[in-house]
């Protein structure tokens, strides 16, 4: 049975544990580009322990960002920003994962602390959005896109495969394109946004037909070792919008066209939404659990995970294969250690690079002052009675060693091996 800290292999890639850092936009982008920001933030959350990290939705074209400061991977100019923060994600033990997106007619608006309201295509930073059909979201985001052409289409699959490539050369090793939360590919899907009645819209077949042909693209110029995934806008939580059922049988498609793991989500198509999954823990648990038994696929989920008990058990369970962690990554880069010592495996500061990991697991201190909440009593051991206390927390696992002196050569007067034992 695996557990949290289980590693998780899929095509060449083996992820050391199965958290995940989920992607996250930070609005904090000059040109498209990720600087010292993006290396220090990303790599502290690669250093507290996540096993696959996404930086935020990178656009695979200029007029495919929300903002004027998200990231991108559309021009040459930007992978040198990009290899670094692969090669901070690699050094310090996790697997670095791009999300490839474009936002269709959610784009062209200001940041969310800036009121995220849509600015008009002659604006210095607005443009003109271009989506499946001439429908405006509405509310705050009132100025209609244009339908793409099928040309316009056949380009966006050729981008897709330009910043896939581009991504695999900067040293990325898992691909998902986003496909969820209103965005291109989500409006594709949904009859709230796609009314177009060529071969691009009306019947399933058609709505899922952007998809299938973009996984073509992006998987014949992959190579076979990197997985090929999607963040799925797989239901509007609405009557008139995507809906689950439909989403199964897509992914069924999908598979066939080389998707190798779903990440389910919403759809993002509009506010109208019948559940309130944004604090519902554990939201798509369900939905993605069905996905990997009707489908016979790998799944990961998001959405309110953050609770270390809640994400070991949807995995113990084997209801998803994957826990996104958004939120709980911002604000706590060491969730994965935290969740460690919660939920009592053995050697949490094995997940830390040896650098400092090896000081906090053997220089003695009091258990209460070491920087992190002591161990709940009532989680502490509770949930893992079957877990395989020490499997897959492979960064920095040097057993501890009898005898070490400590920063001023005093000798670590170290306890025993049952008290170094966290909870
Ligand atoms: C600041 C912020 C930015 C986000 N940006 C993205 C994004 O770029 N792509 C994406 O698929 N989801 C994005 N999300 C959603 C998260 O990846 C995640 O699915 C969501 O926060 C739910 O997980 P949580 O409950 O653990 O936070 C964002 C969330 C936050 C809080």
Not at 14 to 22: A, D, E, F, K
Not at 227 to 234: A, E, K, N, Q, V
Request: glycine share 10%; proline share 7%; hydrophobic share 40%.
């Amino acid at each position: 049975m695996p557990n949290l800290f289980s590693p998780f292999t899929l095509k060449g890639v083996t992820l050391r544990n199965r958290i995940v850092m989920s992607p996250m936009t930070m609005y904090r982008s000059v040109d498209g580009k990720m600087d010292d920001y993006h290396v220090s933030y990303l790599g502290a959350r690669a250093a507290g322990g996540f096993g696959l990290v996404f930086p935020e939705q990178l656009a695979i074209t200029p007029d495919g960002r929300t903002t004027v400061s998200c990231g991108g991977i559309y021009d040459e100019s930007q992978l040198e920003g990009l290899e670094r923060v692969c090669s901070i994600i690699k050094s310090m033990g996790g697997v670095a994962a791009i999300q490839l997106g474009h936002t269709g007619r959610k784009g062209s608006v200001v940041t969310p602390w800036e009121g995220g309201y849509m600015l008009p295509p002659d604006h210095p930073n607005g443009w003109q959005t271009k989506a499946p059909s001439a429908i405006a979201y509405g509310g705050d985001l009132p100025y209609a896109p244009e339908a793409l052409t099928i040309a316009e289409i056949q380009d966006i699959y050729a981008s897709y495969a330009q910043s896939a490539k581009w991504a695999v050369e900067v040293g990325f090793e898992w691909i998902e394109m986003h496909y969820a939360h209103g965005y291109l590919g989500a409006e594709f899907f949904s009859p709230l946004a796609n009314t177009r009645t060529d071969a691009y819209g009306g019947s399933l077949e058609n709505r899922a037909r952007f998809h299938l042909e973009a996984l073509d693209a992006v998987k014949a110029v992959l190579p076979d070792r990197i997985p090929l995934t999607m963040r799925l806008g797989s239901d509007d939580l609405n009557p008139e919008g995507t809906q689950f059922d439909d989403s199964v049988v897509a992914i069924g498609w999908m598979k066939e066209h080389g998707l190798d793991l779903a990440d389910l989500s919403f759809g993002g198509n509009t506010d109208d939404m019948r559940e309130n999954i944004f604090n519902t823990p554990g939201a798509f648990v369900e939905r993605a659990n069905r996905v990997r038994r009707e489908v016979g696929i790998p799944v990961g989920a998001s959405w309110n995970l953050g609770k270390p008990q809640n994400a070991d058990d949807v995995i113990q369970k084997e209801l998803i294969d994957l826990a996104f962690l958004g939120r709980p990554a911002l604000s706590n880069p060491h969730w994965p250690v935290w969740a460690a010592r919660e939920l009592g495996y053995d050697n949490p500061f094995g997940l830390v690079p040896d650098d400092w990991g090896w000081w906090l697991r053997n220089f003695r201190a009091d258990q209460e002052s070491i920087g992190f909440p002591a161990v709940s009593e009532d989680t502490a051991g509770a949930p893992v009675a079957n877990a395989t206390p020490t499997q897959g927390l492979t960064v920095g696992t040097a057993p501890v060693e009898p005898g070490a002196v400590t920063l001023d050569g005093v000798p670590a007067d170290l306890p025993d091996e049952e008290e170094r034992q966290v909870a």
